[in-house]
């Protein structure tokens, strides 16, 4: 059993920049790949980056270049540094933690770009 508190969501303007954490508890965080997913209103979740075990990463073209993520085994957090902010990466962004066949949610933090 994973607990994910995300943090740092809030108000920015477009091309501003915005740094996400999330912090986990209750497992041995260094085997989970840990990833970031947003939604915005009225859409679906997507996928926006990820971070696996290993340290590999992936990221989903619309944020390529703009957004890292990051990882820090001894702290047991994740962090998403956002760049050069858009209008449409507005959402409530959610940190997630996958093992195998188990994933895990944080509660989310809501993220506006706008001006």
């Known amino acids: 059993q994973v607990q994910l508190v995300e943090s740092g969501g809030g108000l920015v303007q477009p091309g501003g920049s915005l740094r996400l954490s999330c912090a986990a508890s209750?497992?041995?965080?260094?085997?989970?790949?840990m990833g970031w997913y947003r939604q915005a209103p009225g859409k679906q979740r997507e996928f926006v980056l990820s971070i696996s075990s290993a340290g590999g990463t992936k990221s989903a073209q619309s944020v390529k270049g703009r957004f890292t993520i990051s990882r820090d085994n001894a702290k047991s957090t994740v962090s998403l540094e956002m760049n050069s902010l858009k209008p449409e990466d507005t959402g409530v962004y959610y940190c997630?933690?996958?093992?195998?066949?188990?994933?895990?949610w944080g509660q989310g933090t809501q993220v506006t770009v706008s001006s």
């Open positions: 997630n933690a996958e093992y195998i066949n188990s994933q895990w």
């Open positions: 209750g497992s041995i965080f260094s085997i989970y790949t």
